[in-house]
T-cell receptor, first 113, second 112 residues
């Protein structure tokens, strides 16, 4: 079993839709949770960074962390064609001697005009 | 403000050869991590450098080695290349070892 599971999709939605992307994990030591967006032939771009449980909002993006269920989500409101990309969840335990990120497989999103 | 820069962008090698990839971290960052991303997969952690020392290593063989210089830039070296080493190699930098990491656009390595 992988430490982080993410549905690879692809996920196709019409422009303006609300998108929900999810990851589950097995390591209860994870404390830092991130969402990255990766366009084709580009590196991952940091979208959201949260610590422990709770919600964080940034513009059209909302990240949720539920540590009790070992489940994280990214919501995209009013989705745009420019949001078409692969979305990667990542997490770390944040201990003093490691910055190792564990990634999900990535979900490919297509937003149709 | 320059972000993380990597060179070269694309490299073609043959089996058994050696390769060196380079990374300059984002201004103000002092930690560099390297990841390997196979097609259709998430990045896999190779190792992290901080204060010019390898601090943690992922599940990669000794053929993978690295270095961090006093100016915080870093190199990834891979010896005895295998076909399975074909991937996108990503460098990420951060401030300290737990702050969010920012990625470069990677070096795409193809092994023939």
């Amino acid at each position: 079993q992988k430490e982080v599971e993410q549905d690879p999709g692809p996920l196709s939605v019409p422009e303006g839709a609300i998108v929900s992307l999810n990851c589950t994990y097995s390591n209860s030591a994870f404390q830092y949770f991130m969402w990255y967006r990766q366009y084709s032939r580009k590196g991952p771009e940091l979208l959201m960074y949260t610590y422990s449980s709770g919600n964080k909002e940034d513009g059209r993006f909302t990240a949720q962390v539920d540590k009790s269920s070992k489940y994280i989500s990214l919501f995209i409101r009013d989705s745009q064609p420019s949001d078409s990309a692969t979305y990667l969840c990542a997490m770390s335990d944040g201990s003093s001697n490691t910055g190792k990120l564990i990634f999900g497989q990535g979900t490919t999103l297509q937003v149709k005009p | 403000d320059a972000g993380v820069t990597q060179s070269p962008t694309h490299l073609i090698k043959t089996r058994g050869q050696q390769v060196t990839l380079r990374c300059s971290p984002k201004s103000g960052h002092d930690t560099v991590s390297w990841y390997q991303q196979a097609l259709g997969q998430g990045p896999q952690f190779i190792f992290q450098y901080y204060e010019e020392e390898e601090r943690q290593r992922g599940n990669f063989p000794d053929r993978f080695s690295g270095h961090q210089f006093p100016n915080y830039s870093s190199e990834l070296n891979v010896n005895a290349l295998l076909l399975g080493d074909s991937a996108l190699y990503l460098c990420a930098s951060g401030l300290g070892r737990t702050q969010p990491q920012h990625f470069g656009d990677g070096t795409r390595l193809s092994i023939l």
